[in-house]
């Protein structure tokens, strides 16, 4: 089945102001001839509606870091999913091991945030990964399935289908080190797999899974002539126009 590649920029907490002009600008030049492939940034909250602004006028997306679960309430410092899509996002990534790891985020919180992200009409981009230690020990594909099964749990498969997965190993995010494309195949069929248990083999053959950690535009090629590879989400290297345009032109062997 085809899959349209999906590519996406996670600023994580990095710009300014002054930064993010030359930063769009250049990114929608070096996309603006690049075909057959969806391609979006997540930029800090501050930068949202800025960065909207600056895209007008090209296919570039617009997502969000993170959403808080709940519709409203006395939550200090969080931003609803509706909020998001008020301001014009289109994806909001969920389950990153930024969030898991460093701030605690179950399966459970992550459910209940990607109920809220559907709810509200964005496309969630679902994020799963080990920890090195979890890869040494053999854990890699107990893990996602960990991951996967309490994240799910709950979602009819026409849900499921309104997702975007994106496996990212842990020991690969911003370390320079990156899963060979054999190791990232291996787990990203695994992960067709579960999802065809979880919701069937038609949600499992469509859907699209990203690959993260340390994607640059020198590895981005052997990457994507993988199978089951349908894009990456892009940490640093979405930082550098030229870099994460050339990501986004990549060119399957």
Known sequence: MARTPVVVGNWKMHGSLRDIG??????????????????????????????????????????AQSCHAEPKGAFTGEVSAA??????CDYVILGHSERRHGLGETDAVVNRKLK????????PILCIG?????????????????????SLQGFPPDDVARMILAYEPVWAIGTGKTATPAQAQEVHAAVRKIVERLAGRAVAQAIRIQYGGSVKADNVDELMSQPDLDGALVGGASL??????????????
């Open 116 to 123: 809220a992200a559907l709810g509200a009409g964005l496309t």
């Open 22 to 63: 030359p930063l769009v600008t250049g990114v929608k030049r070096g996309c603006a001839e690049a075909e057959g492939v969806e391609v979006g940034v997540c930029p800090p909250f501050p930068y949202l509606a800025d960065v909207r602004d600056l895209l007008e006028g090209s296919a570039i997306r617009l997502g």
């Open 130 to 150: 080990e920890l090195l230690a979890e890869r040494e020990a053999g854990q890699t594909l107990a893990v996602v399935e960990r991951q996967l099964s309490g």
């Open 83 to 88: 909020m998001l899509k008020d301001l014009g």
């Open 240 to 253: 550098d126009p030229d870099g994460f345009s050339r990501i986004v032109r990549f060119k399957r062997k």
